[in-house]
C-alpha cells in the first residue's frame, strides 16, 4: 500500500501525515539541502554492482517518480 494512502484511522492515531516520497524528500532538500546532496552522492557511491555515475543516478531516481528531487540535484550533480 502506498504511504500516501494508509488508512486515516493509523494516521490520526498517531498524529502523522502520509506524504508521497518526492514531497517528503523536498522537505528535507527545503531543511537541509547540503545534507541532501552529501546522502545522495554517498548513495550513488556505494552502488557498485552496477556503479552508475551522476546522470544515470538520476536516472534511476527519476524512474522511481521522483521529479521534484531530480530537478534540484541535477542543478547540482556535480556535487552528487
Not at 521529479?67 to 534540484?72: C, L, R, S, W
Amino acid at each position: 500500500m502506498p504511504a500516501c494512502s494508509t488508512p486515516p484511522n493509523y494516521e490520526t492515531s498517531y498524529a502523522i501525515e502520509a506524504i508521497p516520497s518526492d514531497e517528503m524528500v523536498m522537505r528535507l532538500i527545503r531543511d537541509m539541502p547540503i545534507a541532501v546532496l552529501q546522502v545522495a552522492k554517498t548513495h550513488r557511491m556505494s552502488l557498485t554492482r552496477p556503479s552508475f555515475s551522476p546522470s544515470e543516478y538520476l536516472a534511476m531516481l527519476e524512474r522511481q517518480r521522483l521529479p521534484k528531487t531530480v530537478a534540484f540535484l541535477r542543478e547540482h550533480e556535480s556535487e552528487v
